[in-house]
């Protein structure tokens, strides 16, 4: 048996995990920057994974989410910088879409528009046949 071990060609930032979990509560970012007690900036640098979470702002994150720990979410940071450097990507930017397409079109295949099949004309209803007055 072997033993193959999965290494994506995509990132996921910190943030979204945080965002999967401000989503099961109905919570927002802004909320979660209040309790943070951040600028704005900072935690939606976080959501993009542009702001880097230290050792303080993972014991935030644990103590205001109510899920991990400090070590998941430095762990969780640090994966995602070093799948960034891997790929060749900076942390906080986008895949740009062309790489993207090119990315999919390498794995999967160049991309075909599915064939419409042409619409069905509605067929009229027939109309009940009138009862004749005798």
């Given at each position: 048996m072997?033993?193959?071990?999965f290494i994506p060609d995509?990132?996921?930032?910190?943030g979204d995990t945080i965002q999967d979990i401000l989503?099961?509560?109905?919570w927002t970012v802004d909320d979660l920057t209040a309790w943070l007690a951040c600028t704005p900036e900072r935690a939606h640098g976080l959501m993009r994974g542009s702001v880097r979470i230290n050792?303080?702002?993972?014991r935030r994150l644990t103590k205001v989410l109510g899920a991990g720990t400090e070590q998941f979410w430095?762990?969780?940071?640090?994966?995602?910088?070093?799948d960034c450097e891997r790929l060749g990507m900076k942390p906080g930017g986008?895949?740009?879409?062309k790489e993207f397409w090119r990315r999919a079109e390498k794995r999967y295949g160049p991309?075909?528009?599915?064939?419409?099949?042409?619409?069905?004309?509605?067929?009229?209803?027939?109309?009940?046949?009138r009862k004749r007055a005798t």
């Open positions: 072997t033993n193959k071990q995509w990132v996921t930032a910190p989503d099961q509560h109905g050792k303080e702002f993972a430095l762990n969780r940071d640090r994966q995602y910088v070093e986008a895949i740009p879409e991309y075909e528009e599915p064939t419409k099949k042409p619409a069905r004309k509605a067929k009229a209803a027939k109309k009940p046949a």
